[in-house]
């Protein structure tokens, strides 16, 4: 979030007009806290401090989206996790431009 922040502050100081950015999560329950927010009284996140809620003050600001994104469509997991077989050779193909869909 800090990346996203720094980036939107950088291009409204170059004098771009900024919509929300949107940003993609795989973990439901991770959305589930942002969208609720301090009022989660949950016993299992009452030891996240004040400053994780700092995603959520910005989507209460509308200047962010947080929109879910199953775990096999999030590129970044393709490049630190390992897997194999289909979802491999999927990825392989799209990698070397041989087939846009994955």
């Not at 950088?10 to 959305?31: C, P, R, V």
């Not at 009284?41 to 809620?53: A, D, E, M, P, V």
């Amino acid at each position: 979030m800090k990346h996203i922040t720094w980036s939107r502050n950088f291009m409204l100081a170059q004098g771009y007009d900024m919509k929300a950015t949107i940003l993609y999560q795989d973990n439901e329950s991770a959305i589930k806290l942002i969208n609720n927010g301090r009022r989660s009284s949950s016993s299992k996140t009452k030891h996240i401090g004040n400053r994780y809620f700092y995603v959520h003050d910005k989507l209460q600001k509308r200047e962010i989206i947080v929109n879910y994104l199953p775990t096999e469509k999030m590129w970044e997991d393709r490049f630190s996790k390992p897997f194999q077989d289909n979802p491999f050779l999927s990825f392989r193909r799209h990698i070397l431009n041989m087939n846009t869909e994955m």
